[in-house]
């Protein structure tokens, strides 16, 4: 396909991370280390141990996301946080994504320290994410000590893991922009494919990990761990630290002597904006799907562990272990049982990505670009449907949420190839960033909509998961208008128009893009 032959290693590292880590949308390397192919190519070759030391530290970011997406969920239902309130809750992934990656990435171009300019964002991602995850595994404890009842409403720990959310999502986006930029920045271009390479066996691998991990039962494993969740936390903060290590010690950075880069902060926001209300309408329609495509996944995201405890194994989130062993409540060891199975299938979920991804350009090839991305989204939408009858059906739930792992490969791939068939690499920054607001516009309408389901249909968690397969519908029937190679004057003269706000292009749409980014900015402040 044209679309899938002209997607270099960088963008297949990008491609694989956000097949991997949902929340994010991939960004393109940055323009140091891509526009200047002579630099990249009269590069020194570097050692096997080194490359793998440059991307040991996505190990413990990736599974830090893990940790976040198989428990955190549980836990505010465990304080009692009411089907409505978890999905606003969960607004600090794309709302602090949005907000972090694109500043972190413009200081990290321009930072001078002489650590270098990607490995102090990178350290202090890592110490601010631990931070994070210590503050949600001890949130109950904390807030037990300044006076929650145990038996009662729990608002100071409710408000401790919200900020320990929040921290986590925040210093996550501060790591994955610099640690892709340190690879960019150190491998020749011979090397760049192996270490890309390399990335995405360390995402699937951690992601894979992070899942199973959450399956064991920790508490009986290390006795001093009072609870599961807290243990899975001080392992979050221990993979950090061990995976972290061999990319700051050995990262073989230099420092940058002098900022020639100008003031360039403002302008990201402005720049993705304005290619926004400028983007021609074939793009347009490879947003809408993706959009939608998001739509579709953002319960299954949040509400799958879930949906496990309360639904198959219906269990009681709010009953303690204490509780239960004293005889006042029942249902809470259900519940925890649940979660863990619901981690092993998300575990099962991300293996299917990760093996998927790599075939997925000769599954295009097959039967061709439109089917390869329908079928996928169709397969997503009736697992999330079949939620709804699969409660006294652990099997039949491990093959859905698996099936929805081939979807996740696809929308987090072929969009993004599709673009940048289209454009230069140059501008491949831009669009991303402007599909990163669509994903982001996604999944906070998204959060309130599923969270308005489960409460209707009074807490049933498969109804917020079947909201999902609605939207799964709505892309699969949108991607067969995608202009499959656009051209003409739709296309023309784009490049400049993205680079320069002054440029005078008319392009069809406009008026739409413009309605959008109003909407967004409008959510993002409802939201907030």
């Known amino acids: 396909s044209p679309w899938m032959k002209r997607v270099s290693g960088e963008e297949l590292l990008s491609f694989s991370e956000s097949a991997i880590e949902p929340e994010r949308v991939p960004m393109a390397p940055s323009a140091e280390a891509t526009a200047d192919n002579e630099t990249l190519a009269s590069r020194p070759w570097l050692e096997t141990w080194r490359i793998v030391a440059l991307t040991a530290g996505l190990a ?6 893990s940790v976040e997406f198989a428990a955190v969920t549980p836990q505010l239902k465990h304080f009692g946080v009411s ?3 978890v999905p606003v809750i969960w607004l600090a992934g794309p709302i602090s994504g949005l907000v972090v990656q694109p500043v972190v990435g413009v200081y990290s171009d321009r930072c001078t320290w002489s650590w270098g300019r990607r490995r102090p964002f990178i350290f202090w991602g890592n110490v601010c994410t631990g931070v994070g995850l210590l503050t949600l595994g001890f949130a109950e404890d904390i807030g037990l000590a300044f006076g929650d009842s145990k038996d009662g409403s729990r608002p100071v720990g409710i408000l401790i893991l919200v ?13 994955q922009g610099p640690s892709r930029a340190l690879i960019a920045d150190r491998v020749n271009e011979e090397q760049m494919h192996f270490a890309n390479a390399l990335c995405s066996t360390v995402l699937g691998f951690a992601a894979i990990f992070g899942y199973l991990v959450g399956f064991v039962k920790l508490s009986e ?10 243990g899975l936390c001080v392992v979050g903060v221990l993979v950090l630290a061990l995976s972290a290590t061999p990319t700051l010690v050995f990262a073989g950075e230099e420092p940058l002597e002098e900022d020639t880069t100008g003031e360039p902060s403002v302008n990201v926001f402005r720049k993705v904006m304005h290619t926004a209300t400028r983007m021609p309408r074939f793009i347009q329609k490879i947003c809408l799907v993706f959009f939608l495509s998001w739509c579709a996944y953002t319960p299954f995201m949040i509400q799958l562990t879930n949906y496990w405890g309360k639904e198959i194994y219906d269990g009681k989130a709010d ?5 239960e062993d004293d005889g006042k409540c029942t249902g809470g060891d259900d519940y925890r049982d649940g979660v863990r199975w619901g981690s ?24 061709g670009l439109k089917m390869a991305y329908v079928l996928p989204q169709l397969l997503a939408s009736l697992s999330f449907f079949s939620y709804i009858w699969l409660t006294d059906a652990e099997a039949g739930a491990f093959v859905a949420t698996g099936l929805v792992g081939v979807n996740f490969a696809t929308f987090n791939a072929i969009p993004f190839a599709m673009v940048i068939g289209a454009f230069s690499i140059n501008d491949a920054g831009l669009i991303m960033g402007v599909m990163n607001v669509f994903a982001v516009v996604a999944q906070t309408v998204t959060n309130f909509i599923s969270g308005g389901f489960i409460s209707a249909f009074d807490g049933n968690v498969s109804a917020g998961l079947a909201a ?21 004057p739709e296309v023309e003269g784009l490049s400049t128009s993205l680079l320069d706000p002054t440029a005078p292009v008319d392009i069809p749409g406009e008026s739409i893009n413009q309605a959008l980014c109003v909407v967004f900015v409008f959510v993002c402040e409802f939201s907030t």
């Open 60 to 65: 413990g970011y990736q599974f830090a996301y």
């Open 83 to 85: 089907d409505a309130v």
């Open 163 to 175: 900020v320990g959310l929040w921290i986590t999502n925040a210093s996550l986006n501060v790591i």
């Open 221 to 230: 494993i290390f006795s001093f761990f009072p609870r599961d969740f807290q």
């Open 319 to 323: 009953c303690s272990e204490e509780d």
């Open 344 to 367: 092993l299938a998300m575990a099962i979920m991300a293996t299917m990505c990760f093996f998927y991804g790599p075939v997925l350009s000769r599954v295009e090839k097959l039967i």
């Open 468 to 488: 999902g397969g609605v939207f799964g519908l709505l892309a699969s029937a949108s991607v067969f208008f995608l202009d499959e190679k656009p051209t003409g």
